[in-house]
């Protein structure tokens, strides 16, 4: 998944320009929340299960809702999880 999006997203002529990978069974997502810079014009999630709500709830806790455009896989993605209401 995060591939495809990064194939998709350079070939649209665009950069990344910082990637992290997280073990699957990470309790905490701080460290790498606090290394996400602001100036950027967007964020892609691919998280499984559970993961990804943990990352949004963290990601809300340390103020950067509304700050940094989020996209990424169904279980990360709130305007997913409202659709489906």
């Known amino acids: 998944m995060c591939a495809g999006f990064q194939?998709?997203?350079?070939?649209?002529?665009?950069?990344?320009r910082a990637e992290a990978v997280s073990p699957l069974t990470v309790?905490?997502?701080?460290?790498?929340?606090?290394?996400?810079k602001t100036n950027v014009d967007g964020i892609f999630l691919g998280f499984a299960g559970s993961n990804g709500f943990r990352?949004?709830?963290?990601?809300?806790?340390y103020g950067l809702r509304g700050?940094?455009?989020?996209?990424?896989g169904m279980t990360a993605s709130t305007r997913r999880c409202c659709a489906h209401g």
């Open 7 to 16: 194939r998709v997203f350079r070939g649209c002529g665009r950069q990344d």
């Open 27 to 36: 309790p905490d997502y701080g460290t790498y929340i606090a290394q996400l």
């Open 55 to 61: 990352f949004f709830r963290q990601f809300n806790e």
């Open 67 to 72: 700050k940094i455009a989020v996209v990424g």
